[in-house]
């Protein structure tokens, strides 16, 4: 039935299509329509779906286009059928993972201003307080509690920076009682693409679930992402996406709470950009403050986060070292994100091994970290992901590169040809990357498509990024052999 009716959809649209000769193809709804006005006989819009749109439209329509400056985004996208253009309209992350959509570093106002408002005491005190449940095994009382608990801090702490545009709700699951928790702050211009943070609020204990603190293992990431997203209130950030901060129930029987949000979210379609994992951020356990898990996580995401580092925690008083490292499985609520094709990223206390011993015993408990200095790096880590992704509301548009912009790389015989597809912008450096994040090679380029001479590389998988003058990155792995 739901197939003859979208069969009788697609007649009705193709007969509307048919008073000229033309194509398919998917656009920005605002360019669309701004042709529709230009050339309305070249060009019928089919159907509209968020900000995009499905067109019908001339060859002459689109060479209209061409000559147009146009500012957000590379004019139409070419499909080879009216279903082919429904399916990428419809499934707008699928096209995003198979091209390589990259993010700008533009916000260094609103970046620098919450990051010197993120404070030590409020993430010790969360923890503290976290910990004081004695247990938030997911059966218990005390964890259903610690969920109820935190929806009324979280609603209190948007009140008291009189956020009209925040709500806190419970997400029930079919899998535990136990409900998470989710603050929505609605995006003041694109309020349909979704930004997530988020940490696991459950504990377990092997010695037995009743005295299972988890103060690193996650109350230290509920803190961590509590204290970000209060720096963005301080500051007055209000960001042009939506952004979304979410305490998972039930992460320790198996990614529960995050893997029905996840399965829920890829069934409507919600298009979340990029999700950010807090899941033990105050262990000090190796020479690097942060460990990037670079499996089951995207490498453009982690790429990005390197760059964040690389701008913001250089040197200086929010100086962040980084590495990288595996969990070697799907260790935590990235997994369940990954697993429905969303981008994800882990920054991690530690190298895998090297990260606190304690976890899951009774002796899971703050007093063994000292102080939250070490989860302090990562609440400004994440306040950087958080107004980077989401973006200032308002901030001059610097364009991000499209989703549907795609980097073509490829290494023959020392010789590395890069060709960018679908971009306006004029990209003028090329970087190479090795998995460590080590930088290898650094070179202006003149044009978006080009060959350039590698120096003596081992083998093995690198990053290949290059940057437009209006501070877009885009980036690529390529094997060198
Ligand atoms: N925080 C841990 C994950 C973790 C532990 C990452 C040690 C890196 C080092 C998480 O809460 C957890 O315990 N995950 C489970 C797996 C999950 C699928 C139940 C684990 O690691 O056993
Ligand atoms: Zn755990």
Redesign the pocket.
């Known amino acids: 039935m739901k197939t003859l009716l979208t069969l009788c959809l697609l007649v009705s649209f193709l007969g509307q299509a048919q008073n000229f000769e033309g194509f398919h193809a998917t656009m920005s709804l605002q360019d669309a329509k701004e042709l529709k006005k230009d050339v309305p006989a070249q060009v019928e819009i089919l159907k509209e779906y968020r900000n995009e749109a499905v067109v019908y439209m001339t060859e002459e329509a689109s060479h209209l286009l061409h000559d147009r400056v146009l500012v957000h985004g590379p004019g139409y996208i070419f499909m080879p059928s009216l279903e082919a253009a429904i399916e990428a309209v419809e499934h707008p992350r699928n096209r995003a993972r198979n091209s390589l959509l990259s993010f700008s570093i533009t916000e260094d106002v609103a970046v620098d201003a919450a990051i010197n408002v993120i404070n030590t005491q409020n993430i010790e005190n969360h923890i503290l307080e976290l910990e004081g449940y004695g247990t938030r095994y997911h059966t218990m009382a005390s964890a259903t509690q610690a969920a109820e608990d935190l929806k009324v801090k979280w609603e209190d702490m948007a009140a008291s920076y009189s956020r009209t545009d925040v709500s806190v709700r419970l997400f029930n699951h079919s899998g535990t009682g136990m409900p998470s928790v989710i603050m929505t702050i609605t995006g003041a211009e694109i309020p349909e693409e979704f930004v997530v943070v988020g940490g696991?609020l459950d504990s377990t204990s092997s010695q037995g679930n009743d005295d299972a603190p988890g103060a690193d293992?996650?109350a230290s990431g509920i803190a961590t992402i509590t204290e970000a997203v209060r720096a963005l209130f301080e500051t007055n950030f209000v960001p042009k996406r939506t952004i979304e901060v979410m305490a998972y129930a039930a992460?320790?029987?198996?990614?529960v709470g995050s893997n029905e949000i996840a399965t829920q979210y890829d069934n409507n379609n919600v298009d979340v950009i990029a999700v950010g994992q807090f899941?033990?951020t105050n262990y000090n356990g190796s020479t690097n403050d942060v460990s990037l898990i670079t499996d089951f996580t995207s490498g453009n995401l982690n790429l990005f986060m390197m760059n964040l580092m690389d701008h913001y925690n250089a040197s200086g008083e929010h100086a962040i070292t980084y590495a990288t490292s595996l969990?070697n499985y799907?260790?935590?609520d990235h997994a369940s994100w990954t697993g429905r094709g969303y981008w994800s990223t882990f920054p991690?206390e530690a190298n895998?091994g090297q990260?606190n011993g304690s976890?899951?015993t009774a002796g899971d408990v703050y007093s063994l970290s000292g102080t939250a200095v070490h989860a302090t790096k990562f609440a400004k880590l994440c306040a950087e992901f958080l107004i980077e992704i989401a973006k200032s509301e308002g901030s001059l548009g610097v364009p991000d590169v499209s989703v549907n912009t795609t980097l073509l790389v490829n290494v023959n015989q020392g010789v590395l040809q890069y060709d960018i597809q679908g971009s306006s912008q004029e990209f003028d450096a090329l970087q190479v990357h090795d998995l460590q994040g080590k930088l290898v090679l650094n070179k202006g380029i003149e044009t978006n498509q080009g060959q350039i001479a590698l120096p003596e590389m081992s083998t093995g998988i690198y990053v290949v990024s290059l940057a437009s003058a209006q501070q877009n990155s885009i980036s690529q792995k390529v094997l060198v052999k």
């Open positions: 696991h293992d996650d992460e320790e029987i198996g990614l899941d033990m969990c799907g260790c935590s991690f895998f990260h976890i899951h």
